[in-house]
């Protein structure tokens, strides 16, 4: 079974020659039937969040801004990584050239990188928000601001490893498939380790960092908040005062939604990254089982998770999404109310021309 990052099934040119086994044909159709509807849920939600907010791209906030360019990575994953795996369990082979192999096993990694890093991006700008709102407020807002643009330079630079590793092999006689050729037997666990610690733990650990000074500042404006309406009841101060030492609720608003954001991605992503562990440091694991399958399909999941998450979290995001969707039946309902505008107006001049004659 050939995978996202490595064929965790083979790993060098001996292995896969000897491993050319005929595949579990009903769990390819398993697999095949869920990368369908991942797919298509994924590419329908993401580029009806990514239509709305280039719509509204002239009031983009800074927290939008993330939320586009993240719709923008999940798309890179939805096109380069489960359509590509799909076409893949469909022929049981890779059809195509060596270039192509290598291109396209580059941009599985780059969606991976930019999907990961916009959401240690998005919290840290929402650390800075809540914790230190004076640079926040000091800053122009930008559709490309440094952060953005770091993120997307890591992700095409971070996954260059990838061109040189995957190539185009001779699994058996006549045979072709892009697999990845490593130096047994440290080669695939220090690529699948490496990988690990680069685009799921040290991120991880910068957004949980993150995250709880975010909840130490929020708790703090809370109860500074709470003694100062206590001392505006026997003061009388004015409302606005009472607000001024708390957190506003738009910012805490969109700090729920990257928490949420941060547990959806490591509930998808955590089997994912456990599996490919336990496939290259225990050589006997049970790869070709329906488990291992599975598991590694609800990496692709993230991709769905999100735009649903900034639907919920959104008030008029879903309101100019149906607006979006039923813009072709009002066109057709005012451009029908124009043409009998315009025959009852003709209808009456010519009627009128008569009364004159």
Not at 125 to 150: E, H, L, S
Not at 230 to 250: E, N, Q
Request: charged letters at 15%; hydrophobic letters at 50%; glycine letters at 4%.
């Amino acid at each position: 079974m050939a995978w996202f990052i490595v064929n965790i099934s083979n790993f060098t040119l001996e292995n896969a020659l000897s491993g050319d086994e005929p595949r579990d044909e009903r769990l390819a159709h398993v697999e095949i039937a869920l990368l369908s509807i991942i797919f298509i849920t994924a590419g329908i939600l993401n580029f009806g969040v990514l239509l709305v907010l280039w719509k509204r791209r002239r009031q983009l906030s800074r927290m939008r801004v993330f939320v586009f360019h993240l719709c923008v990575a999940d798309l890179v994953v939805t096109f380069f990584q489960v359509c590509p795996q799909l076409m893949w369990d469909i022929t049981d082979r890779f059809i195509g050239p060596d270039l192509l192999c290598r291109v396209v096993k580059y941009l599985q990694v780059v969606g991976m990188f930019a999907s990961t890093y916009m959401i240690v991006v998005m919290t840290i700008d929402r650390y800075q928000a809540i914790c230190k709102p004076m640079v926040t407020f000091q800053r122009r807002r930008a559709r490309w601001n440094g952060a953005v643009c770091a993120t997307w330079c890591v992700a095409f630079i971070g996954s260059l490893p990838q061109i040189f590793i995957f190539s185009r092999v001779e699994v058996a006689p006549g045979v072709y498939d892009c697999w990845a050729l490593f130096i047994k037997p440290w080669g695939p666990r220090a690529y699948v380790t490496w990988t690990t610690l680069v685009i799921f733990v040290l991120p991880i650990v910068m957004v949980i960092v993150c995250q709880v000074r975010i909840c130490r500042t929020v708790q703090i404006n809370f109860h500074m908040k709470t003694h100062h309406v206590a001392d505006s009841v026997s003061k009388t101060l004015p409302s606005r005062a009472s607000s001024v030492a708390g957190v506003s609720k738009a910012r805490v608003k969109t700090v729920k939604m990257t928490v949420v954001v941060v547990l959806a991605y490591i509930i998808c992503w955590t089997p994912f990254f456990i599996v490919q562990l336990w496939s290259v440091w225990d050589f006997e694991a049970p790869t070709q089982t329906a488990t291992f399958t599975i598991l590694m399909l609800l990496a692709s999941l993230n991709s769905c998770a999100n735009p649903c998450i900034y639907l919920l979290f959104s008030e008029k995001l879903p309101k100019t999404l149906k607006a979006l969707m039923c813009v072709g039946q009002s066109d057709l309902k005012e451009s029908i109310h124009e043409e009998a505008t315009m025959v009852s107006s003709l209808y009456i001049s010519l009627k009128s021309l008569q009364d004159c004659r």
